[in-house]
């Protein structure tokens, strides 16, 4: 298969899209995949302290902030939590992890069934997983040092304004207008490395079982070769989806306006209707406003699911396809190559 451009690569995704999706079309594996897809490719208030006096004393203030005072026992509590819930967000992205690499596997043999995948996998995806933590507390690591000049800015800010003086535009400015560049470059450098983890080095790890080094020098020595290429890969497979979500916008405003009204119409009706009522029958009328306000999160949740799901697909496809033209071992089971014909009768 010869290398194809990042533009003539959108036909054929699309296609694959409406093979792997509607022929044949069965609704219940339609919505199972749409909301694989959605998953694995993802679409308090602020207080014035001040009483009002600049004489407050020490033991006022100790009093009003007591319950959120630094005990030992709240910061093991905090220490706690957090680690709970990190722990609990390492998990679920283990699993993403696991269910991009089943997700990878339909597509790229064009068949329904989530488990094959999701077994044969294991180990890559598990190496993936951990590749893609490494990179995240990398990135982290380098937001903590971009922070710490302005940190310091920052606070001296915050405590010139709780000692009671005024915010100084002209020092906000200074602070927030090196950030903008600052915080662009950061936001394209995510995408870039987001790219380059799932669209081109995840299908290494799942053909070739390959480490990060190798995977890594694969996808490197294809970038080199053709950077044009694979820059507008980049900028296309950015601007794709924000096209398919404004033009969804436009098209579905209308009626999501719609269902919006007619959802507050019926609940505001229910709540009239039983507005006077009290015991059972006050019960029965917060029952159903409950209950039409779950009905109507459902209904939203499956028109995302049905509408959304395709272009996830859609976005996956187009990064094998882009890809697989460039990458033999995927580019031949996307498109097997035809078999040779056999020799004629009576040839040597």
């Known amino acids: 298969m010869f290398p194809i451009s990042a533009a003539d690569a959108v036909s054929p995704a699309i ?24 998953i694995t490719e993802g679409v308090g208030g602020s207080g014035n302290f001040n009483t009002g006096s600049h004489y407050t004393n020490h033991k006022t203030t100790v009093g009003s902030f007591a319950p959120f005072a630094f005990t030992p026992e709240r910061i093991a509590e905090a220490v706690f939590a957090s680690l ?12 993403i992890t696991r269910l991009r690499f089943a997700f990878f596997h339909c597509l790229i043999h064009n068949i329904k069934e989530i488990r094959p995948g999701w077994h044969i996998y294991r180990e890559p995806a598990t190496r993936f997983f951990w590749l893609n933590v490494v990179v995240g507390l990398c990135f982290l690591l380098l937001l903590a040092l971009i ?10 800010l915050f405590h010139n304004v709780a ?23 950061l936001v394209l450098g995510g995408i870039a490395v987001d790219v380059i983890l799932r669209d081109l080095m995840l299908p290494h790890y799942a053909l070739e079982n390959a480490t990060a080094g190798q995977a890594w020098s694969a996808v490197w020595a294809r970038i080199r070769a053709a950077k044009g290429s694979f820059l507008g890969y980049a900028v296309l497979r950015v601007l794709l989806p924000i096209v398919a979500m404004i033009g969804l916008f436009i098209i579905l405003i209308l009626p999501a306006i719609i269902f919006v009204v007619i959802v507050a119409a019926v609940e505001v009706a229910i709540h009239v209707a039983f507005s006077g009522a009290a015991g ?4 029965i009328g917060i029952f159903l406003q409950v209950l039409v306000g779950v009905i109507a999160f459902a209904a939203a949740l499956l028109a995302w699911i049905v509408i959304g799901g395709p272009l996830s697909t859609a976005i996956r496809q187009y990064a094998l396809v882009f890809y697989g ?15 040779v014909a056999p020799p004629a009768p009576g040839t040597a």
Not at 147 to 156: D, E, M, T
């Open 15 to 38: 296609q694959r899209t409406r093979t792997f999706l509607f022929r044949p079309f069965r609704l219940g594996t339609y919505l199972k995949l749409c909301l694989v897809a959605l």
């Open 84 to 95: 709970l819930v990190m722990l609990l967000c390492l998990w679920l992205f283990y699993l």
């Open 147 to 156: 922070a710490i000049p302005f940190i310091a800015g920052f606070l001296g």
């Open 163 to 185: 000692a009671g003086g005024h915010p100084d535009v002209g020092s906000i400015l200074a602070l927030v207008l090196p950030l903008i560049p600052i915080i662009l470059v």
């Open 280 to 283: 059972t029958t006050a019960m």
């Open 325 to 339: 033209s460039r990458y033999q071992p995927l580019g031949n089971i996307l498109f097997p190559p035809p078999p």
